[in-house]
């Protein structure tokens, strides 16, 4: 996925657990980040519990979920808890494009 998105000129931030990008997120919160590519299994807090704290601290950025939950009930979870969309792994390039692309032209951030 980082290499995906960097090749295509995006600048991003990689973390390794939900902790670790919420205390990003949360560094940031003022005109941070145009996205938020989140897994829902990560060590040490999980995706939805990231939502909930993003949440609770007013950080608005959009999410992708990306998991293979793909049941309606975690899709609807986690729209519920503010994603506003969802990928399913396992995922092409394409799918990613579609979803980052639509996601930052709705926000008037595309690159291209």
């Given at each position: 996925?980082?290499?995906i ?59 992708i ?34 979803k ?13």
């Amino acid at each position: 996925v980082t290499d995906i998105l960097k090749t295509l000129g995006h600048e991003l931030k990689h973390v390794l657990n939900g902790k670790e990008g919420l205390e990003l997120l949360s560094s940031r919160a003022e005109g941070g980040f145009d996205l938020v590519l989140l897994d829902w299994e990560m060590p040490i807090m999980t995706g939805p519990e990231v939502l909930d704290r993003m949440r609770e601290k007013k950080i608005l950025v959009p999410v992708i979920m990306m998991t293979s939950k793909n049941s309606i009930s975690n899709i609807c979870f986690v729209s519920e808890k503010g994603a506003k969309d969802y990928i399913m792994k396992p995922f092409t390039k394409d799918i990613l494009l579609e979803k980052v692309d639509s996601i930052l032209i709705e926000k008037g951030s595309y690159l291209k």
